[in-house]
């Protein structure tokens, strides 16, 4: 059962040349959308997918700039709900809500999972939120994995959605996580610059990959432990999983992690990754807003275990 799909997607440089199909898959699951490629082609064949300045066919070549036009009926009217949820709200105003989300909540409803998630916590509690997300993601302009804790930014008007998606298209947004990862890091500082895109052995995932989209994570050593370290890192771009997957590249995947860390990890559930600092110039102000989210205490306790040689 899927939910009705109206999205406007805009290719990119690293885009030139792939196939419209593939490109257009790759998209909607980076979106949460579960399709398959052989879907994107019979929506492409339905005519759902349109180009402005004329009719498009599975096999054509991706041009940087291009904007296609997805609209897809329901298979079944989906009415999202509210769930009653104690939520942490760091920050509200008339436009923007800045949440500090717990370990193992998913930030939107996808189809399969539609309780229990931030916006629907959000539903409950009669929080205004844009539609220009989609109607499975209202007021969503970024996420965070469900195993990753900390702060999150909601658009409750159109003219916050607008302004915070083009923060982030253009990097300004300042977001900062701390996180524990295998191994000693030798460098004290250092900036990996790795493209991210599908993994092409395993889709479910993402990969460094030559045909993804740019991706660049800072990363500072804030203690080492004889087989952890503790790090401060920024994001400078936002792909999918990408301190997962930049750390994992590197050698010094997140401890907990269920996909790209090793099996035999320290006790938490989940990636011991945290959001800690999230600033934005507000949509209607212009001021530069700030926040900064304490850690949590399962990896406190971690930190503290590292440091009594206990793990």
Known sequence: MLDAIHEQLVTEEIDSGLRLDRWLTDRLQELDYPVSRSQVQAWIRAGYVQKQGGKVRASDAIEPGQVFDLSVPASDPIELVGDEMDLTVVYEDEDVLVVDKPRGVV????PGHLRGTLVNALIARHTPLSPLGGAMRP???HRIDKDTSGLIMFAKTDLAYHRLTEQLREHTTHRVYTAIVHGAVPHDEGRIEAPI???PRNRQRMAVTGGGKPAVTDFWVLRRFDRYSYLQLRLATGRTHQIRVHMAYIGHPLAGD???GPRHTLPIEGQALHAQELGFIHPRSGEELRFTSPLPED???LLDG???GIW
Request: zero cysteines.
């Open 139 to 141: 007021g969503v302009v």
């Open 107 to 110: 930030v939107h409803p996808a």
């Open 306 to 308: 590292l440091a009594a």
């Open 197 to 199: 895109g599908r993994d």
């Open 258 to 260: 269920p996909v790209y």
């Open 299 to 301: 990896i406190k306790r």
